[in-house]
């Protein structure tokens, strides 16, 4: 099996910056995407960014210019680096890697999620 755990949420002032990260670890996983979802209180998961493991990127709008995804595929680890950060991209913050599984074929897993707070 695979395990993902993301690090690097916390409490920041809006206008500040902080850097998630997310490794996926365990067996042999051959990465195909990975990604960082967010939920909010009270509402729906939503996509915040992806990027393949050939460094494809997808953003929402909402983070375009403010937010920068990037891959280390040698260590199957994914950065979220948030920029000009506003008190609506307060959320839970996760992570989620989809691949093919050593022998299981084609799996997607999720983190337990990262809480980030920006204070207004």
């Known amino acids: 099996q695979v395990q993902v755990v993301e690090s690097g949420g916390g409490l920041v002032q809006a206008g500040g910056s902080l850097r998630l990260s997310c490794a996926a670890s365990?067996?042999?996983?051959?990465?195909?995407?990975m990604g960082w979802y967010r939920q909010a209180p009270g509402k729906q998961r939503e996509l915040v960014a992806t990027?393949?493991?050939?460094?494809?990127?997808n953003y929402a709008d909402s983070v375009k210019g403010r937010f920068t995804i990037s891959i280390d595929n040698a260590k199957s680890t994914v950065y979220l680096q948030m920029n000009s950060l506003k008190p609506e991209d307060t959320a839970v913050y996760y992570c989620?890697?989809?691949?093919?599984?050593?022998?299981?074929?084609?799996?997607?897993?999720w983190g337990k999620g990262t809480l980030v707070t920006v204070s207004s």
């Open positions: 989620n890697a989809d691949g093919w599984l050593y022998r299981e074929g084609r799996k997607n897993y």
């Open positions: 365990g067996s042999i996983f051959s990465i195909n995407t």
């Open positions: 990027i393949t493991s050939g460094e494809t990127t």
